[in-house]
C-alpha cells in the first residue's frame, strides 16, 4: 500500500491509473478505522480494480464546540487496518493541502433543501463541511465509484444529489449499516460511551426493530410509531434530538407509513449524539 500526503503525488497515481482505463474505487473517512469502513473496502474491492482510502478528520464539519481535537486519531493502527484490507493508496493530506486558502475562505457547495433538516438543525455548519471536502477529495481523486455507509443516511442522501446535481461522472454505492453484537452501529465515538451508557445505547436499534415489527403487523401510523420509540428512548435514559419517519429520496416526513419509508433518529447517550436509521 503506498501512503501519499499530497495532491502532487496522488495525481501522478491518478494519472497513470486512468491511462490504464482503471476502475477507481474511493472511500473518504475521518480514520479510527472499524469494521463499518472494513466492510466498504470489501465493497469496493468486489467492484473496482483500485481502492484507495483517504483519512482526513475534516475540521469545516466540526463546530467549535465539537469533538474535532478529540477525535480519535490512531494513524499507524489505520494503517495496518488498510494494509490488511489490501488498499492499494492510503490519501492522509494534512489541512493546508486540503484547504491552502484557509477552511473559512474555500469555495462553498451548499444544498440548504437537504441540509437544514434533521442532522442539519443540530449541526447546522456540518454538512457545508461534509459537501466542501467530499466535493475536493472527489476531484483530487476522480474516482470511478464512491463508497458509503447507510449508517450516515442523511450525508449519503445529500452525496447522491450533489453528484446528480453538479453532473459528477461518479457511481456512489450505499452500503449496508454494521452493527455490533447488540444492534448498536459501530461508529468512532462509540469510544465516548462510558460502561454503563454502551449498555443502554442498543437501545436504538432494539427500539427500530420494535417499529419494524409493528410495520409488518399492519402498523401505518408515523406518529404512533415515533412516538414508541421516543419512549423506549427516553426510559433507557436517551435525550431525543429527533426520532422521525421519512421518504428516502426526498427527507421529508411522512404521516402514513410505506415500504421503503426509513426511520431516522439522533439521540444523545450522555454527552455522545448516536444516530441511526432503519429501512421499513
Ligand atoms: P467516518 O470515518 O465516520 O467519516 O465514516 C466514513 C464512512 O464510513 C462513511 O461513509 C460512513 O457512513 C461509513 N461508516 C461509518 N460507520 C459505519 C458502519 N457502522 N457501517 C457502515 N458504514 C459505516
Not at 477552511?103 to 461534509?130: A, D, E, M, N, W
Request: proline share 5%.
Amino acid at each position: 500500500m503506498k501512503t501519499l500526503h499530497t495532491i502532487a503525488d496522488i495525481q501522478d497515481q491518478i494519472t497513470l491509473l486512468k491511462q490504464k482505463n482503471t476502475c477507481i474505487g474511493f472511500i473518504p473517512t475521518m480514520g479510527a478505522l472499524h469494521e463499518g469502513h472494513r466492510s466498504l473496502i470489501n465493497t469496493a474491492h468486489q467492484h473496482c480494480d483500485i481502492v484507495i482510502v483517504s483519512i482526513f478528520v475534516n475540521p469545516t464539519q466540526f463546530a467549535p464546540n465539537e469533538d474535532l481535537d478529540r477525535y480519535p486519531r490512531p494513524f499507524e493502527k489505520d494503517q495496518e487496518v488498510l494494509k490488511n484490507a489490501k488498499v492499494d493508496i492510503l490519501f492522509a493530506p494534512t489541512e493546508t493541502e486540503i484547504y491552502p486558502t484557509g477552511k473559512h475562505k474555500t469555495t462553498q457547495i451548499i444544498l440548504p433543501y437537504l441540509s437544514k433538516k434533521l442532522c442539519g438543525k443540530t449541526r447546522p455548519h456540518f454538512f457545508k463541511g461534509v459537501l466542501m471536502v467530499v466535493n475536493r477529495l472527489f476531484n483530487i481523486i476522480q474516482p470511478t465509484m464512491a463508497f458509503f455507509g447507510e449508517k450516515d443516511f442523511q450525508q449519503l442522501t445529500i452525496i447522491k444529489r450533489m453528484v446528480t446535481d453538479l453532473v459528477m461522472p461518479i457511481q456512489i454505492i450505499g452500503c449496508p449499516t454494521i452493527r455490533e453484537k447488540d444492534g448498536l452501529a459501530i461508529s468512532s465515538r462509540n469510544i465516548y460511551l462510558s460502561p454503563s451508557e454502551r449498555r443502554n445505547a442498543s437501545t436504538i436499534f432494539q427500539a427500530m426493530q420494535a417499529a419494524k415489527i409493528q410495520v409488518s403487523q399492519g402498523q401505518i401510523s408515523a406518529k404512533k410509531l415515533t412516538q414508541d420509540i421516543q419512549l423506549m428512548l427516553i426510559k433507557n435514559h436517551f435525550k431525543v434530538d429527533y426520532v422521525t419517519i421519512v421518504d428516502t429520496t426526498t427527507l421529508t416526513t411522512v404521516k402514513t407509513v410505506k415500504s421503503g419509508d426509513r426511520i431516522l433518529i439522533a439521540a444523545y447517550m450522555g454527552k455522545t449524539r448516536l444516530i441511526d436509521n432503519l429501512s421499513l
